[in-house]
């Protein structure tokens, strides 16, 4: 792929390269609309400076960003408690920055961090396209993906193995005598949603049970979608297995809200296990995920790739069925 240099910014632009440089550096007299277009194309065009990887090269500041995508989702915090803990044994800091699920808020957290010096990355559920990704690592940027599995020489990635935990949630409900089951998914389009369903599907089939389209059912990860799904398949089904705990928990209250027995009308599976998933009001069977062990392997593993870039670490942890009142 070719590299994006301050010409071609310059070019797109009708500005001088001098004009760019200023404005990409904010020094010398420049106007604020400038900067701003500027650095509107720089990240349009994924620029990212050749200085920066070369700075990462000659020296260390002990210093590590962290990109988290949405900082009020509560699987994270242990997560990041496990990067955190991992990174002070090693006498290393931690730079968190939140990227809103947005993939050029995420581009641009990383020139951020990068011109910060930082020693390297992780990202956590990227939205970066492979191409940017290869780019990353073509530059020498030293970084671990986590939560999303990637097949891109020599890039490395933590993840836990959603197909597992996916097959693992409807085999325990089919084993409880369910046979008409659900699965309620946020983002198919995003490779945990589609490893779980995945896993769904394949427990089913190897079970003998018919599957469904009007039975798997896509909408937001939070309690109303977890609430609107399950609204659309309880008169059919048996059981349901959500995506997450914050779907999983809205399908809970539509189940209290309309007087069904749970687990004996309607059990549910959740995947996270979550703080207010053991509280007792909830007690929610579910995939619990590893999320401290995931951060510090996250860690550890960029530890490895900052001694000795060759080769890629491609690392799956298993989630583990946490069985309470709901299934």
Known sequence: MKNIRLKDIAEALGLSVSTVSRALSRKGKISVETIRRVEEKAREMGYLPNSIAKG???????????LIPDITNPIFPE?????????????????????YKDRNKERMAILSLLSNQVDGLILTSTKLLRRELMELK???????????????????FVDVDNFHGGYTATE????????????????????????RLKGYVKALKDNGLQIREEW???????????YRATQKVAHDVEA?????DIMAIGALIYAFENHLNVPEELAIVGFDDIPFSSLPIVNLTTMRQ??????????????????????????????????????
């Open 56 to 66: 990462l090269k000659t020296r260390s500041t002990h210093m590590v960003g962290l």
């Open 79 to 99: 997560y990041a408690q496990g990067i955190l803990d991992t990174a002070s044994e090693h006498g290393y800091q931690i730079i968190m920055l939140n990227t």
């Open 138 to 156: 073509s530059k020498g940027v030293c970084f671990v993906v986590t939560r999303r599995e990637l097949r891109i020489p020599g890039v490395s």
């Open 172 to 195: 325990y409900l089919i084993e409880t005598g369910k046979t008409r089951i659900a699965f309620i998914g946020s983002r198919f389009s995003g490779e945990p949603a589609r490893r």
């Open 216 to 226: 798997i059912i896509e909408d937001e990860s939070s309690f109303e979608g977890g």
């Open 240 to 244: 349901i297995f959500a995506y997450n």
């Open 290 to 327: 590893p999320m401290y062990e995931m951060g510090k392997q996250a860690f550890e593993t960029l530890t490895n790739l900052m001694k000795n870039q060759a080769g890629a670490h491609r690392i799956w942890l298993k989630p583990t069925l946490m069985k309470r009142g709901t299934a």
